[in-house]
């Protein structure tokens, strides 16, 4: 009798423990009584203090050294997520812990003076979190096995509220 409780309770274990795994990703039913799931996996936390070069704020070139320039700008900076085998940005979003708002206003300030050459040019970038991970796609049929797909290293980019980097270039 013990035996058979031990064997019952580690049944029922195991069966917890793949729902609990199966149901973290996005369900969908898909054509042909098919049924879709979707995970991020292979997630990389590259930085949480980021600075993104691809989406300059603002700028400025330095035209006599001794004076310098400024540069002040209020810009919407978008946050960026990859996306491949039909998930949602909300989605992957939500598994990087990323905010909910897909872009934020940011205002900055940077000047120089000192040490900045004419010809150079001070530049303004968004700071935030950046991510690399995978998504993988695993679709469930009643005729066929199991389909598991999983995409290419994705990146995202999740700006901070005003939180910039200045660059002379």
Known sequence: MLRRTRVIGA??????????????????????GQSVRFAVVSVTNIS?????????????????????????A??????TVGVSLGVTKSFVSGQLSFSTSTSRTISVTCSTTDGA???????????????????????????RPTVVQTS??????????????CELR
Not at 50 to 70: E, F, H, L, N, Y
Not at 74 to 79: K, L, M, R, V
Not at 152 to 165: E, G, I
């Open 11 to 32: 049944a029922s274990l195991s069966l917890a423990l793949v729902s609990t795994l199966v149901g973290a990703g996005a369900s969908q039913a898909a054509p042909g």
């Open 48 to 72: 949480n203090d980021w600075t993104d070069r691809t989406q300059p704020i603002g700028s400025c070139k330095v035209i006599t050294a001794s004076v310098g320039c400024s540069v002040s």
């Open 74 to 79: 209020s810009e919407s900076i978008d946050q």
């Open 117 to 143: 050459r004419a010809g150079q040019t001070l530049v303004a970038y968004p700071r935030g979190k950046y991510r690399t991970y995978k998504v993988q796609k695993t679709t469930y049929t009643a005729t």
């Open 152 to 165: 290419v290293l994705l990146k995202a980019f999740d700006p901070k509220l005003n939180a910039y980097s």
